[in-house]
């Protein structure tokens, strides 16, 4: 089956820097990736939508600024959190899509600490 | 108005028995897939089973059934004979046709469930 991977699976970071975490495809090109974010105990927020070699889509109240993403080939995404504030902990969670599948492979996700 | 709603936050089934996890959803779009998932504590999202809105049958998935009822607008999942490792969090969530090529899924706010020994 269609396998997605993050890295780094957990990250702890100091506040003020900039965590970069990324999404692969590992056996299919994904045209689409998405970005989530997952409080403790409550579900999954998109926070945006990526197409590779497009600018993504970000939902409404997630600052692009702040949550960078990149899509640069048909099987990497990135997420990069600038300057990281304690209130940015959380559980990241990708996942991709290609063609004219309807199902979303998930990656395992990213846990980041801000201390 | 939410549009995947879970209105169990934690159910408790004794293993071997079966249990119901309900979802009701609202759309307007006459085309939409309805779909479940499993996050254990480990957190990675599990695909359980996909109800697209033209099927005429309900899904199955070995021990998984969507019990899809589209006029109450209701997707629950059954889980048969349920085991230990059954238990974690169930999402249901919904993607609309309008949602176009982005495919985006909308989430409920999850089930936790727990399996009795």
């Known amino acids: 089956g269609a396998v997605v991977s993050q890295h780094p699976s957990r990250v702890i970071c100091k506040s003020g820097t900039s965590v970069k975490i990324e999404c692969r495809s590992l056996d299919f090109q994904a045209t689409t990736m998405f970005w989530y974010r997952q409080f403790p105990k409550q579900s999954l927020m998109l926070m945006a939508t990526s197409n590779e070699g497009s600018k993504a889509t970000y939902e409404q109240g997630v600052e692009k600024d702040k949550f960078l993403i990149n899509h640069a080939s048909l099987t990497l995404s990135t997420l990069t959190v600038t300057s990281a504030h304690p209130e940015d902990s959380s559980f990241y969670i990708c996942?991709?899509?290609?063609?004219?599948?309807?199902?979303?492979?998930f990656g395992p996700g990213t846990r980041l600490t801000v201390t | 108005a939410q549009k995947i709603t879970q209105t169990q936050p934690g159910m408790f089934v004794q293993e071997k028995e079966a249990v119901t996890l309900d979802c009701t959803y609202d759309t307007s779009d006459p085309s939409y897939g309805l779909f479940w998932y499993k996050q254990p504590s480990s957190g990675e999202m599990i695909f359980l089973i996909y109800?697209?809105?033209?099927?005429?049958q309900n899904a199955t998935e070995g021990r998984y059934s969507l019990n899809f009822q589209k006029a109450r607008k209701s997707a629950n999942l059954v889980i048969s004979a349920s085991q230990l490792g059954d238990s974690a969090m169930y999402f249901c969530a919904m993607r609309e046709s309008n949602s176009g090529s982005a495919r985006q899924l909308t989430f409920g706010s999850g089930t936790q469930l727990t399996v009795l020994p």
């Open positions: 109800q697209g809105s033209y099927d005429q």
């Open positions: 996942s991709a899509t290609s063609g004219g599948s309807y199902e979303q492979y």
